[in-house]
């Protein structure tokens, strides 16, 4: 019963260098987030799909693109990474339902040097 | 910009005293949630809320949901430093969105 998984864990990067932050769920939830947070503050929303084969913009969407490639997968890609990027970065899903909460992954610690 | 404000972002307290902690938006929301997050870990569900002037208690947190559906707030009595950590509120929608967004966090620190 893994709930949200996310890969990896830690990653460094070069400025300029591209890399894609993993999720996947096995609740069977429609629903998938991806948040960013920031050193002592709480998370801002990135993108987010609704269901399988749609994304929309969230709070901070410049310097990302997702794809969400079934329903258990959503993942995250950082085309040219830069210093502003470096963050925690978790991936979430819900089921639909406005009353429902979100489950989260262990999150990815990114540095981009 | 964060719709979702709460106050305060710190708190550092004894343990016994207790403690408020607030949720503001200008935003209806069709459900808030309140979350609890330990450090290196993700944030993990303590209530959802839903209807407005709903209260909620778990142990020793009181949960409430502004009539209007814009505000809430988490008392906690007698704390203890099992509950130091950052709490966070989140708010869904009304349907259409299926956006669900957090507010700052309130980090919150209870000394023996």
């Known amino acids: 019963n893994a709930g949200v998984t996310q890969t990896p864990k830690f990653q460094v990067l070069k400025t300029g260098q591209s890399m894609t932050l993993q999720c996947a769920q096995d609740?069977?939830?429609?629903?998938m987030y991806w948040y960013r947070q920031d050193p002592g503050m709480g998370l801002r929303l990135i993108y987010y799909?609704?269901?399988?084969?749609?994304?929309d913009k969230g709070e901070v969407p410049n310097g990302y693109n997702v794809s969400r490639l079934n329903k258990r997968e959503f993942s995250l890609r950082l085309e040219s990474a830069a210093p502003s990027q470096t963050s925690v970065y978790f991936c979430?899903?819900?089921?639909?339902?406005?009353?429902?909460?979100?489950?989260f992954g262990q999150g990815t610690r990114l540095t981009v040097v | 910009t964060q719709l979702l404000e709460q106050s305060p972002q710190f708190l550092s307290i004894q343990e016994g005293e207790n403690l408020t902690v607030y949720c503001n938006s200008s935003?209806?929301?069709?459900?808030l949630q309140w979350y609890r997050q330990e450090p290196g870990e993700g944030p993990v569900l303590l209530v959802t809320?839903?209807?407005?002037?709903e209260v909620k208690k778990l142990k020793r947190l009181t949960f409430q949901f502004g009539d209007a559906r814009k505000d809430s707030s988490l008392h906690i009595t007698a704390a203890q430093p099992g509950d130091t950590g950052l709490y966070l509120c989140?708010?869904?929608?009304?349907?259409?969105?299926?956006?669900?967004?957090f507010g700052t966090g309130t980090r919150l620190k209870v000394l023996a």
């Open positions: 979430a899903s819900r089921r639909q339902g406005s009353d429902k909460g979100a489950f």
């Open positions: 935003s209806v929301f069709s459900s």
């Open positions: 799909s609704a269901s399988e084969g749609t994304t």
């Open positions: 989140a708010g869904a929608w009304t349907s259409g969105t299926y956006k669900y967004i």
């Open positions: 609740m069977n939830h429609n629903s």
């Open positions: 809320v839903v209807t407005g002037g």
